[in-house]
């Protein structure tokens, strides 16, 4: 049912809006104004996305569980894929992903309305790498001998 609605009822309430639109404003203007709110859209959305990708990288370095970032990326992905899509009823849709309250506001729905659970792992964890000192580097190593296996057994023939 969901790919009826996304195929064939989107793309006929598009169409009948394109030109309802272009009837009163004309079909030049209407397909300028349609071109128009896609790059605006995407700037927008490039914007957002960068200031996103920044506000989860703070929560991350203070500890804590980007949960909000994630989301508004998400919403912002359907922003651009709907802001991208030629029509008036995806742009305001695709736009109104765009302002922080609505976010916020379908957050608020998704959380009343849905159980989440959020559960922290932290095997592994160590404070030293939460700390910021850029002396500290994670990683793992594994010893060698100045002798490899192969030279190891050369030297026991010999």
Do not use: N
Request: proline share 5%; hydrophobic share 45%.
């Amino acid at each position: 049912m969901p790919f009826i609605i996304i195929f064939v009822i989107v793309p006929f309430i598009e169409l009948a809006t394109f030109a309802s639109v272009s009837e009163y404003i004309g079909i030049w203007t209407t397909l300028m104004l349609a071109f128009l709110t896609a790059i605006i859209g995407g700037l927008l959305v490039k914007y957002q996305g960068l200031h996103t990708i920044l506000s989860m990288r703070q929560a991350m370095e203070r500890g804590q569980m980007p949960l909000t970032e994630i989301f508004d990326g998400f919403c912002l992905v359907a922003a651009g894929a709907l802001l991208i899509t030629p029509g008036f009823v995806t742009d305001t849709i695709g736009f109104a992903l765009l302002i922080p309250p609505v976010r916020g506001l379908l957050r608020y729905y998704i959380r009343k309305h849905t159980s989440w659970a959020v559960l922290a792992q932290t095997e592994g964890f160590d404070a030293r790498t939460r700390s910021g000192d850029p002396d500290i580097i994670e990683g793992d190593y594994e010893r060698m001998d100045d002798a490899s296996p192969t030279k190891r057994d050369e030297i026991g023939r010999e």
